[in-house]
């Protein structure tokens, strides 16, 4: 129990650390936008471009934890991670190298969440897993509580520049203390069995809807991460800092709401879960919707905070219910590609974003898109809720 316990600490703190890149980039992109003129699209290529990365290597990531074990890829993961933070903040000096260095990033990032969701099936029993792997996703409300005002305070100190440096360094560090520490994984299955599932895996319904909803819902996510800062200090007036403590209250949200999801849906809720994403879905919409009327700080981050809540409750069900419905030995795989469906979501919303912005001069057609979003996630998922339960167990 010991072990366990400090393994999910040191995934926990390698997640912060992963949300806190993206969260950070939001705010950066302020004063790089100063830095190099750039234009609204050209800032949505160099947020975009990561989660193009990201969805590319999801699907190979979760094939090497099936193949080599998911220590070897989390350690792998986050060194690439560093050393690119590293590269981005150190040797970014035009569009094109800040473009390139975030797609290297992205091929980091890749390995990780599939990598902690092997590490849970192969280290917990099904009734414990949900509980886990929100613990570990509870981190993005760390990363965006915390972050935005560890932001604005790097950026005023040690510049965009310095900020991305020191992300390396930290990186490199939790990933040293992750391969000293997190067990090895007990011995690999058969490649048979792993290529069977794969076959299964593209043919299940089940994993397929779960990738169209998790790409709605990642949409809002990221969309808001990295143009929320920007908006409400060009938009709304807002003084940075001011704009920093709103986007902190949808980390709350997404905080309480990761772990609060976890223990409900694992007691109380076990196979009801396309329920509680369909009508998550559909509330996280309507406070989106709510965070651009709002006319002040105050009822902006409300309604933020809300919205996250709502917006995790619905994440959380998804990432973790083919946790209890797929064999462990393809896990990795499994989980590879549903979060490609959350990571294109995540390549698609800022770039859209960012034309919508050019061509309409405004946020308004972009939050219609981000609500609209979670609609379509909602209503992906209607499907599932007709299955009976144990079609949903034996799913492959």
Known sequence: MKNRSLMIFLLFVGYAVVYIDK??????????????????????????????????????????????????????????????ALCFGLLGFGLGLLVTFR?????????????????????????????????????????????????????????????????????FAIAAAIIIFVPNPPKAESRTGVATGYRELLK????????????????????LMAWLPKYLVQQRGMPLDVSGMVVAT?????????????????????????????????????????????????????????GYIFLMAAFVTVFTLPMKRLPPEVMGAAMGLINTGGTLGGFVAPIAMGYLITVTHGYFSTFVFLALAMVVAGLAILPLTLKPRAALRDGV
């Open 23 to 84: 969260t950070v980039m939001g705010f950066a992109l302020l004063p790089i936008e100063r830095e190099f003129n750039l234009q609204p699209e050209q800032l949505g290529y160099i947020t975009g471009i990561f989660f193009l990365a990201y969805s590319l290597f999801q699907i190979p990531a979760g094939w090497l934890n099936d193949r080599f074990g998911y220590k070897k890829v989390l350690g792998v993961s986050l060194f690439l991670l560093g050393g690119f």
């Open 250 to 306: 949808g980390g709350m949200g997404i905080w309480i709401s990761s772990l609060a999801t976890g223990w409900l849906v694992g007691r109380y809720m076990q196979g009801k879960e396309p329920k509680v994403i369909f009508c998550s879905a559909m509330l996280s919409a309507l406070c989106i919707w709510l965070v651009y009327t709002s006319a002040s700080a105050l009822t902006a981050g409300l309604f933020l905070f809300l």
């Open 204 to 223: 299940n319904p089940i994993v397929v809807l779960l990738f169209v909803s998790i790409f709605c819902i990642n949409i809002p996510s990221y969309g």
């Open 103 to 171: 797609f290297l990033s992205g091929v980091g990032h890749s390995g990780y969440p599939c990598s902690c969701a092997k590490a849970v099936v192969s280290n917990f029993d099904v009734g414990q897993r949900t509980f886990a792997q929100s613990v570990l996703l509870s981190s993005a409300g760390l990363a965006m509580t915390a972050g935005p005002l560890i932001a604005v305070y790097a950026l005023g100190t040690l510049g965009w520049r310095g900020s991305f440096s020191l992300l390396g360094l930290l990186a």
